[in-house]
């Protein structure tokens, strides 16, 4: 079975920073794209921010500048550094890779999500 284990969301003030953390865990053989995804209240889930196995990295427009992505490989780990952060990013952020086991191949697995606030 795979894990994914998410933390780091908290309350913080508007121009504060958050670093969330997730942590997959499990019979992985290998680790494809990591992605942090949030859904705020009565929207659809976006895409944030994601990070190839190789290190690329891709940003929405409404982040960029403001929020970095950084995995690490050897502990099956991605991280999502948000600075500047502004009230409309309030959400419930979610992990989400794209991970093979053994003798299969990648499926999709998401965290339980971790919920960050950003106060006025």
């Known amino acids: 079975q795979v894990q994914l284990v998410e933390s780091g969301g908290g309350l913080v003030q508007a121009g504060g920073s958050l670093r969330l953390s997730c942590a997959a865990s499990?019979?992985?053989?290998?680790?494809?794209?990591m992605c942090w995804y949030r859904q705020a209240p009565g929207k659809q889930r976006e895409l944030v921010a994601s990070?190839?196995?190789?290190?690329?990295?891709n940003y929405a427009d409404s982040v960029k500048d403001r929020f970095t992505i950084s995995r690490d490989n050897a502990n099956n780990t991605v991280y999502l550094q948000m600075n500047s952060l502004k009230p409309e990013d309030t959400a419930v952020y979610y992990c989400?890779?794209?991970?093979?086991?053994?003798?299969?191949?990648?499926?999709?697995?998401w965290g339980q999500g971790t919920q960050v606030t950003v106060s006025s």
């Open positions: 499990g019979s992985i053989f290998s680790i494809n794209d």
């Open positions: 990070i190839t196995g190789r290190g690329s990295t």
């Open positions: 989400r890779a794209d991970i093979r086991l053994p003798f299969t191949n990648y499926r999709v697995y």
